[in-house]
Nanobody
Framework: QVQLVESGGGMVRAGESLRLSCTAS????????MAWYRQAPGKERERVVLIGPSGTTSYAPSVKGRFTASRDNAKSTMYLQLDNLKPEDSANYLC???????WGQGTQVTVSS
C-alpha cells in the first residue's frame, strides 16, 4: 500500500522559513519521480517543483530562488525548504509520486504579512 506522509507545515510571518518533509512507503522511492504541489482555497493545484530520482529539479517560476527541494533515497524522504516566504505562498502542500500516481494528504502552510 502506497503511503505519502507530509509534515513540517505551520504558521509563519512573511520572510520566515519552513522545511517540509514527505516520507514514502510502499513504493520504490529511489526510482520515483516526485513532486511538490500546492493548492490554496479556490485555486487550482499548482506544481511547485519536480524532483527526479537522482535529485534533479525543476521549479515553478514563482518559487525559484526561494524554495529548495532535495531527497534522501536511503530514507525514502524528500524535503522542501521554503525561504523568504510570502503571503501568496499560503496553501496546502502535497507530495506526489509520478510512478505510482499517488498523493499525500498535505501539510498546511500559512504566511501572514
Amino acid at each position: 500500500q502506497v503511503q505519502l506522509v507530509e509534515s513540517g507545515g505551520g504558521m509563519v510571518r512573511a520572510g520566515e522559513s519552513l522545511r517540509l518533509s514527505c516520507t514514502a512507503s510502499g513504493i520504490t522511492f529511489s526510482k520515483a519521480a516526485m513532486a511538490w504541489y500546492r493548492q490554496a482555497p479556490g485555486k487550482e493545484r499548482e506544481r511547485v517543483v519536480l524532483i527526479g530520482p537522482s535529485g534533479t529539479t525543476s521549479y515553478a517560476p514563482s518559487v525559484k530562488g526561494r524554495f529548495t527541494a532535495s531527497r534522501d533515497n536511503a530514507k525514502s524522504t524528500m524535503y522542501l525548504q521554503l525561504d523568504n516566504l510570502k503571503p501568496e505562498d499560503s496553501a496546502n502542500y502535497l507530495c506526489y509520486s509520478y510512478n505510482d500516481n499517488s498523493w499525500g494528504q498535505g501539510t498546511q502552510v500559512t504566511v501572514s504579512s
